[in-house]
């Protein structure tokens, strides 16, 4: 992200809530420009992604500033108090109470800012920077036996800073804390540009006059604040008592960016428990186990959360039942992790804490269902999202906490209440702190919709305080809940707030409308503007599953929550590629949202499809379809992106990449007679590279050689030798040709069938691998069949917004596959199975569509499924990159089962490859699909490459890389050594780039396992 790149926006101004006319951004950056700041925004697209975060709130920034150092946030701050406009700190942007955005400038320090600086295990400390990733500082201490104590749910993106602003904890807060009780320093520069670093010292010299107002209040701080460990709301006070060594850097944590501006800190880092054991104890609902949470203060309890059973039916529904481990009885459950160094005596803890429970079942999960139940709970607030029936669930009640001891009776009390409001909510979060999470269907949409949610949080802030609680317990107040503090604090107390501020921040530019003088809670909302706005002109051509309101609604369904912004090689995920490879916010999945949001239903963007800063926002989407499945709230991208494009050009001339990449599967069926030609032409530079940019495509890429026979026509003229080998008489779908399985292995006839989908890119390109599909299934004694129709998915139509073309492409082929019976459907290519098994729903939406979907599985679902014999593949160590659609809709789970099965040793990268069909051939994305790929793939053929030589250099006999798949069985020898490395990939799009950026050649898991079994297809 460059400053030039970002100086093309329109230069209109923002307007403050009273209608008085901000700064103009133009201003601005003349301002950033001047005082050297590198790195900067006030193009629409930015301010657009920026304007809000995870909560509900709408503020369009004027600029946003990306900060290399200390001295351009001294810049900005001068900037700012001189033409006097708000500054916003900004991290991950995970703010769910609307913390982390303004209408002036927003500070975005995880571009840059985002170091661990220093990292002592002896002292058990770390200097972070304030955009450094929580998830970063804990990978670097793992190595040393450390970790930093507390863990939000969004561990995986949420930044140091941001966790110091709102006093963010997390499940494991129980065991180490919140994240102030952490800081054992920080820097922060004041509003005047002064820094000033707060460690354990007497800071009384440092804030002579604030040490004098707390002087003069102890009475109302000791009585107001602190009064138990989730109290999170306001300012934290306590801290500055003098029993409690008037420690300003612990005061400094959940200001919420209005004291100060976080340049760094350091923190405390913790051993890792030797031993964890995790217990699951269930109830008949969520209030029962409330009452039970208070039974854990007197065990070795370093997490205990609440889990509702419908989070979990949740998943279920979007991810099937095998991505939810067997639980205990129950419809609520308390998940607790125990933590010690001596085992036995945690195991006698463990015991002991399930009999002493009142739960009616419980369960001791091992590590992997451990880890699932964990994942499922970082994802919660995505999943309470959606009502059973579809509507809309918000934040805004959060977070609220009280006693442990009184948390039962909160909750009933709470349930009974939204009964009341005739609102619903699902209850889960961190019980063991007495502190619960809840979205509620608060009818944003409706006319009346502000003023039920108004009519709520009042209620339920008066309902909190009666039970001794905050309202909130880990979040902070933002614009969700600032204005309720008047019905939780005293008037002296809310007087203190407004003197402190003052101290720090005298024109009151920190971030204002949070805390003091607050921003009305339901102001600012922005779904409060999707009724004014009627849905965009033009027939949709997608479904929009339980939108009721379309597109319009459905791009509205990102919450912000930001797991698209994690690292997803890590984790073994993908979403979001482009994310991955740019670090720039409107490049991820929420930054595009947010972008679609403004156009549907906001003032900054005309509500136009052809919008240029909607297209520019969606432009480096690879729609690798991980959203929709990764994103707790199923944010579909590669949906909306198919429909913006769609509706855009309906009517228009497109660009010719449009036509040549979205037709080439029919292009390359006329041109299969004279391939050979081609073929030779395509080998000719300067013709090919004029070929390539008069289609549209990068003239790095290399154009694919068409196979001298097609699958189609092998199938065909070995049909006859087919029939003679197996003759079972056809079965009724008509549609099937004559061309059938040999027999099984042990020679009996086959006893199971499929249709094998020859899609497009293998019978043209990669005939070799469908034949080495037929050529396993046969030997698992399975016929195999192939419809006579020559027909494709038309993916690259779908891709490129052609939904017209594509409607029909699919339907005949649809048509096609539904009369073949209720067989499965097999194939090779993931991105044709996975639209056969998605968009068709998507884009037809009928019955036949959805009968052909249930058939479609992948060959290592299907393998498993009849329990079929594997080849030996001891001795082959893969490196497999999966392929995003697979992942996305079928998930991988199947393939790691087989290939564990089989003997392989195996690495599935995360990340997507970066090639993503049309994407990375198009003209003008080489440079981020190349960046994507070096986000997994490229490390790890680099390091496999490595490997590979130093194994060379001890064998002095290298193994050639490229001819795998053909390779005799009985060369592989035992031991490291003597290993055969593969690169597994069966997206074609994934073999194209390994072999465009590497040396390497991919190979498909069906080549692989006939390979295995040492088969040659017939010819």
């Not at 303004?102 to 955009?131: C, K, Q, T, Y």
């Not at 009064?227 to 306001?234: C, D, I, K, P």
């Not at 590497?998 to 040492?1014: N, P, Q, R």
Request: proline fraction near 5%; hydrophobic fraction near 40%; include cysteine.
């Amino acid at each position: 992200m460059t400053t030039m790149a970002h100086l093309t926006g329109a230069n209109r101004a923002t307007v403050d809530a009273d209608g008085s006319t901000m700064t103009l951004p133009s201003t601005l950056a003349a301002e950033f420009r001047a005082a050297g700041i590198r790195d900067f925004s006030i193009d629409d697209t930015d301010r657009a992604a920026y304007s809000s975060d995870a909560s509900l709130f709408r503020l369009v920034p004027a600029a946003v500033v990306f900060p290399h150092d200390e001295e351009e946030v001294r810049s900005v701050l001068a900037i700012a108090r001189r033409l006097g406009v708000p500054i916003t700190s900004r991290g991950a942007g995970t703010s769910i109470a609307g913390n982390a955005i303004g209408r002036g400038i927003v500070l975005d320090f995880s571009l840059h800012m985002n170091a661990v600086l220093d990292l002592d295990p002896d002292a058990g400390s770390a200097w972070v920077e304030a955009g450094c990733v929580h998830a970063h500082l804990q990978k670097q201490a793992r190595p040393h036996g450390l970790r930093f104590g507390p863990d939000p749910s969004t561990h995986t993106r949420c930044t140091i800073g941001g966790m110091i602003g709102n006093n963010a904890c997390g499940p494991r807060a129980l065991g180490y804390g919140r994240t102030g009780d952490n800081v054992l320093a920080l820097k922060v520069m004041l509003i005047d540009g002064t820094v000033v670093t707060l460690d354990d010292s007497d800071a009384a010299e440092v804030f002579p006059r604030l040490h004098e107002l707390v002087a003069a209040n102890l009475g109302t701080i000791r009585t107001n604040f602190g009064t138990f460990s989730r109290q999170v709301s306001g300012y934290g006070l306590e801290s500055l008592l003098p029993e409690n060594g008037f420690d300003v850097r612990r005061a400094f944590a959940g200001t919420e960016g209005t004291w100060g501006v976080v340049l760094a800190a350091k923190m405390r880092l913790v051993r890792e428990p030797s031993f964890t054991s995790a217990v699951v104890l269930g109830y008949a609902d969520m209030v029962a186990a409330a009452h039970d949470a208070p039974l854990l203060r007197d065990f070795p309890v370093a997490a205990c959360e609440g889990l509702d059973s419908r989070m979990l039916d949740r998943v279920i529904e979007t991810k099937g039942a095998e991505a939810v481990p067997t639980l205990p009885e129950g419809a609520g459950w308390l998940v607790v992790e125990l933590t010690g160094e001596d085992e036995s005596a945690l195991t006698q803890e463990t015991q002991r804490l399930i009999a002493e429970s009142k739960s009616l079942d419980s369960a001791v999960l091992d590590a992997g269902a451990a880890a699932e139940v964990w994942a499922i709970r970082a994802d919660g607030a995505g999943l309470v999202s959606r009502t059973p029936d579809g509507r809309d669930a918000h934040a805004g009640w959060e977070d609220s906490a009280v006693p442990v001891d009184h948390l039962g009776d909160y909750l009933h009390d709470l349930m009974e209440l939204l009964d009341e409001h005739g609102l619903w909510g699902i209850p889960y979060g961190h019980f063991g702190d007495g502190c619960l999470h809840m979205r509620v269907d608060f009818p944003l949409e409706d006319p009346n919709g502000p003023q039920v949610m108004r009519d709520f949080m009042v209620a339920a802030t008066k309902l909190v305080a009666r039970h001794g609680g905050s309202v909130s317990g880990e979040h902070g107040d933002g614009r969700a809940r600032s204005e309720l503090l008047s019905l939780m604090y005293t008037p002296a107390a809310l007087d203190l707030f407004s003197q402190v501020k003052a101290l720090f921040d005298p024109q009151h530019l920190l971030n204002p409308g949070v805390i003091v003088d607050p921003d009305a809670l339901n102001e600012s909302l922005r779904l409060t503007q999707l009724p004014l706005r009627q849905e965009l002109p033009g027939t949709l051509a997608m479904a929009y599953e339980g939108e009721s309101a379309g597109f319009a609604s459905a791009v509205h369904r990102c919450t912000g929550v930001g797991k698209c912004r994690a690292d997803s090689a890590a984790s073994g995920g993908t979403m979001c590629p482009s994310y991955q490879a740019t670090r720039d916010e409107r490049h991820s999945t929420r930054g595009r949202a947010r972008v679609l949001q403004e156009m549907v239903s906001g003032d900054l963007l005309e509500p136009r499809w052809d919008s240029p800063e909607v297209h520019e926002a969606l432009d480096l989407c690879l729609s690798c379809k991980a959203c929709g499945a990764e994103c707790p709230t199923g944010t579909d991208m590669s949906t909306y992106k198919a429909e913006v494009l769609y509706q855009s050009y309906k009517g228009k001339v497109r660009p010719m990449k449009h036509y040549s990449l979205g037709f080439l599967p029919q292009l390359a069926r006329l041109v299969t007679p004279v391939a050979p030609v081609l073929n030779r032409v395509s080998g000719l530079p300067g013709l090919t590279t004029l070929a390539k940019r008069m289609a549209g495509i990068d003239v790095r890429r290399s154009i694919p050689q068409f196979a001298a026979t097609t699958f189609r026509k092998w199938w065909t003229t070995t049909a006859e030798a087919r029939a003679e080998s197996d003759s079972p008489a056809r079965s009724a779908g008509g549609a099937l040709s004559g061309a059938e399985s040999q027999t099984g292995a042990a020679g009996a006839r086959p006893t199971a069938e499929v249709v094998l989908f020859a899609d497009s890119w293998s019978n043209h390109f990669a005939p070799r691998i469908l034949a080495a599909a037929v050529a396993v299934l046969e030997r698992a004694g399975v016929r195999v069949r192939v419809i006579d129709q020559t027909v494709c998915c038309g993916l690259p139509l779908i891709s490129t917004g052609q939904l017209d073309a594509a409607k029909a492409n699919l339907s005949e082929t649809i048509t096609a596959l539904d009369a073949t019976g209720d067989v499965p459907i097999i194939g090779v290519e993931p991105s044709c199975l996975a639209t056969l098994k998605d968009d068709s729903r998507k884009l037809l939406a009928d019955d036949a569509s959805n009968r052909v979907a249930e058939r479609v599985q992948t060959l290592a679902q299907y393998l498993l499924s009849i329990g079929a014999e594997l080849p030996d593949l001891s001795g082959v160590e893969a490196l497999v990159q999966p392929h995003c659609h697979q992942s996305a809709i079928f998930g991988n789970a199947a393939d790691k089962e087989l290939l564990a099965r089989s003997g392989a040793s195996t690495e599935f990268l995360g990340g997507c490859c970066g090639l993503a069909g049309n994407f990375g051939v198009e003209d003008g994305h080489y440079e981020t699909s190349v960046a994507v790929a070096e986000v997994a793939l490229l490390p790890a053929l680099r390091k496999q490459d490595a490997r590979r030589e130093q194994a060379s250099r001890r064998e002095q006999n290298a193994r050639p890389k490229r001819t795998v798949a053909a390779q005799p069985r009985e060369d592989v020898a035992a031991g490291e050594d003597s290993a055969l490395q593969v690169v597994l990939a069966d997206g074609y799009s994934c073999r194209t780039q390994i072999t465009d950026l590497s040396t390497a050649d991919g190979v498909s898991l069906a080549e692989l396992l006939a390979w295995g079994w040492g088969l040659e297809p017939r010819r």
